[in-house]
């Protein structure tokens, strides 16, 4: 019996929760579970997909947008002290994705892009702009920015410590190795390692 009204609590705290959340979020799937320690801003601009899961600290800012926001996809896990945020573009993860801790995505104008079944391991970055620096007579902070955009095709692994420099597409079935900065386009299932990321090996034989 006890057991019992244990679930009908549960149940009931579970569909407030949910109701509650869908109210604040652009889109809010079920089962999703965001942790009261995470950051949210711009919660309105957010898209979260069934059974996604936000740990202890990450944070997710959408709040710098017009109409863009963060998307988020199904059974997608964003670990502790990882930050996602838009500025003026949209970043969308895909479904069945694993972002790790400390990791870094900054959308900027053109935003990120990252397709399904992605894995991403601590400490690897993103950031979809960079600076002008033409003229050696003025402060790089005044020449302004560029904006390209950043895609990461289905099923690639980004190992530990990656950097993926603005406009670069990392093809579909890619692995990037450890502390790799990848400066130009990855054809799909390549195998890629150093400064600057060099393709030593296809997947494909």
Known sequence: MLDKIIRVKRGIYQRGYYLAMK???HSFGKYCNISFKSIVRGKEKI????????HDYALLDASNLIDKGII??????IHSFTHIKSFD???EIGHNC?????CLMYGCEKGIKIGNGVRIATGASMVANSHVFDNPDIYISEQGV????IIIEDDVWIASGVRIIDG???GKGSVIGANAV???DIPPYSIAVGVPAQVIRSRKV
């Open 47 to 54: 898209s979260l997909g069934e059974n996604c899961t936000i």
């Open 146 to 149: 560029t904006s390209k955009g």
């Open 72 to 77: 988020i996809g199904n059974n997608t896990i």
């Open 182 to 184: 990848v400066t130009k």
């Open 98 to 102: 694993t972002i790790n801790s400390f």
């Open 89 to 91: 573009g949209k970043i």
């Open 168 to 170: 670069v597409t990392v």
């Open 23 to 25: 109210k604040r979020f």
